[in-house]
């Protein structure tokens, strides 16, 4: 799942978990190692092949490292990474809006087969709204995968029986793809016949179909967003120009100045390596958020959320649909208001403080005492002035 963290600036660099340092640390060591080899070994390279500079190899090189440093400037960097990330985000976030959450669906059903004698009905339905998602997410998600190997995993979990099993089979070997569908398709049946046998209310078939729908659509767009990535040459110039870049600096950032013995770079390219650190972790966000249905700190982490799904869903169907509303009792808000209507029937009462309080705060009072600013107003032309005299009353809110 996605790391949560809080906490000031230093203990947040500090983290490891899905940070900075975790995603770049191979790539930072193995730049500082050429970036490292390339200073210490062209001295002496030099040196040997051309002691007396003659040739002038020593001077084609810093040339060589000039002008290396001036392509580094000519390569949009900032504009490619920064497009590419924004798209490869958004579209992370829209697969997270399509895990579907059963609880909406099955608030519907209650209302729908109300009764105990719909019980085994509406648990079966339960049952097989989770084991869609688990037989569509093993298809897109590593960890999912990995818990349901093969159908027959799916059965010692609880989610499918033998006749169950083998129903899928059959309809898988004609039709495949379509396994993940057939538990919607029983949801359907059940519910039909149920109110056929007169236990379920129609008034409410619209509502739970919209929302089966809306379930249904759910996975397909899953299934989509699995299917259909990131264009392949996307991702491609991303790579190639985050990399050229820092190939250039291997040799572009090269302290040539010998003779300045007070330059930070002929210690350690600190300027570079934050570069690095900022470029080559934007490009590694857009990697690791490519596809979040893997093994990553920040994939999602579905079988936590197939686990939650289950025991809400079993829940709603069985225990809070069977176990009826507590009674009515008096609160706090209903004393309020009672006071407040005995007060304005008897003007002869004394005027009480409100028993609505919460610490120090009179809400009764003090709420209405800060109303939001209206900022944007529009004249309302055309008007019978005799009907608006105040000014005030003659502007409305444009929402």
């Not at 299934?223 to 990131?230: E, K, M």
């Not at 572009?252 to 470029?279: A, C, E, I, K, M």
Request: hydrophobic residues 40%.
């Amino acid at each position: 799942m996605t790391i949560s963290y809080s906490g000031n600036f230093f203990r947040l660099l500090l983290r490891w978990k899905g940070s900075i340092w975790r995603s770049v640390w191979r790539e930072l060591f193995l730049f500082l190692f050429l970036f490292y080899a390339i200073r210490f070994t062209a001295p002496h390279f030099f040196d040997w092949a051309d002691p007396d500079e003659t040739k002038g190899y020593r001077k084609i090189f810093k040339v060589m490292c000039n002008e290396f440093h001036e392509y580094t400037k000519m390569i949009p960097l900032t504009f490619l990474l920064g497009f590419y990330v924004s798209n490869v985000v958004s579209r992370w976030w829209r697969q997270f809006e399509c895990l579907k959450w059963p609880e909406d669906f099955l608030s519907i059903l209650c209302l729908l087969l109300p009764s105990k004698e719909s019980r085994p009905a509406r648990h079966q339905i339960a049952r097989y709204l989770n084991l869609t998602s688990a037989l569509a997410w093993r298809d897109v998600s590593t960890k999912i995968r990995l818990r349901f190997p093969c159908l027959r995993n799916i059965i010692d979990a609880g989610l499918l029986t033998e006749k169950e099993y083998e129903k899928l089979q059959d309809i898988n070997e004609p039709s495949p793809g379509i396994r993940w569908l057939t538990p919607l398709h029983w949801v359907q049946q059940l519910i039909d016949a149920e109110i056929a046998a007169g236990r379920g209310s129609v008034n409410y078939v619209s509502v739970a179909m919209n929302e089966l729908k809306a379930f249904r659509i759910s996975f397909r767009r899953l299934y989509c967003h699995d299917w259909v990535c990131v264009p392949l040459v996307y991702t491609q110039v991303a790579a190639l120009a985050t990399y050229s870049y820092f190939f250039f600096c291997l040799f572009g950032r090269q302290d040539l100045n010998h003779d300045d013995f007070y330059s930070l770079d002929s210690f350690f390219p600190l300027f570079t390596v934050v570069q690095f650190l900022f470029f080559v972790g934007w490009f590694k966000v857009g990697q690791d958020l490519m596809r979040p249905f893997g093994l990553d700190d920040d994939d999602f982490e579905l079988s936590y959320i197939l686990d939650r799904n289950i025991v809400t869903s079993f829940t709603i169907v069985d225990s809070l649909q069977d176990d009826d509303p507590p009674k009515f009792e008096e609160d706090v808000f209903w004393k309020h208001h009672s006071e407040q209507q005995q007060m304005h029937q008897n003007m002869f009462l004394p005027k009480v403080p409100s028993s609505l309080k919460w610490g120090r705060i009179d809400l009764s009072r003090n709420a209405h005492k800060h109303p939001p600013k209206l900022h944007t107003y529009l004249e309302m032309k055309n008007q019978d002035p005799e009907e608006y005299k105040n000014r005030k009353n003659n502007k409305f809110i444009a929402w």
